[in-house]
């Protein structure tokens, strides 16, 4: 896995906005480069505040949206359409404003038929092992980005402080109960998962968060501090203001914006 780099930006807004031409620029490459890309989403407010970005700049019409799978890290078991469900929100932010194709939007399950939250996490390991190549690392595509937001006790996608799914190493999706963060049933991705992609991006802001960046770049455990396990295979970065960066370790990070 590789070793995080830190990017400090002024404050959300501009974390947002920064996020966001780093994402276009990546996916031009990637599509430049293989032909298509892999992306997985994130949900909170400065992950769908990153989407609007991309949405709000006429650069993403660099990317070629036809030739890009978007998946999700996680995703709250409610109804389909619901406002609080992340693929809602990212559909309102960036989804419904550019042409992605259906087949290659990969939307995480929900309770419509009676499925279980264990049904659809099953579902949806299978469609990303449907998805993986030869050439990837395990029973997931090697994803060219993978966005993570982060809480306040360190958790990343649906993968809490202490929780059983931690222990996880076969699966690459798992339902989670009794979530500490409403709602309490939620599917996430496992750290196997996370940890098979190209570029992990942990995106974060507010001071609430200054605590959990600096436990996840000071080497904790992930079973208490799940975000220490967000790597990715060739490159990590922290994309952080300068709040939430207030208490990293000394000469880890770089002020990106005046």
Not at 160 to 176: C, K, M, N, T, W
Not at 197 to 219: F, I, T
């Amino acid at each position: 896995m590789s070793v995080p780099s830190v990017i400090v930006h002024r404050d959300a807004d501009v974390l947002a906005q920064a996020v966001a031409a780093r994402l276009i620029t990546r996916l031009v490459d990637t599509q430049a480069a293989r032909g298509s890309a892999h992306l997985v989403l994130t949900g909170g407010t400065i992950g769908i505040a990153v989407l609007a970005a991309v949405a709000a700049t006429s650069a993403r019409d660099a990317v070629d949206w036809h030739a890009l799978d978007i998946w999700w890290g996680d995703e709250r078991f409610l109804p389909t359409g619901d406002p609080e469900r992340n693929d809602t929100q990212a559909r309102e932010a960036l989804l419904g404003h550019v042409e992605v194709s259906p087949r290659r939007v990969h939307w995480m399950g929900s309770p419509e038929g009676g499925a279980s939250p264990e049904d659809a996490a099953d579902a949806y390991a299978d469609e990303l092992r449907a998805a993986a190549r030869p050439e990837d690392h395990g029973p997931v595509p090697s994803f060219d980005v993978l966005m993570l937001g982060m809480g306040p006790d360190a958790h990343i996608a649906s993968l809490f402080p202490g929780q059983p799914a931690l222990y996880e190493q076969d699966r690459s999706v798992v339902a989670v109960h009794g979530s500490p963060k409403p709602p309490p049933t939620r599917l996430s991705l496992t750290l196997p998962a996370i940890q098979a992609a190209r570029e992990v991006w942990v995106v974060a802001a507010g001071s609430e968060k200054a605590q959990a960046v600096h436990l996840a770049l000071s080497g904790g455990g992930v079973v208490q501090v799940p975000a220490a396990g967000a790597r990715g295979r060739q490159r990590t970065l922290f994309l952080l203001d300068r709040a939430s960066a207030a208490k990293i370790p000394p000469g880890l990070g770089r002020i990106a914006s005046p």
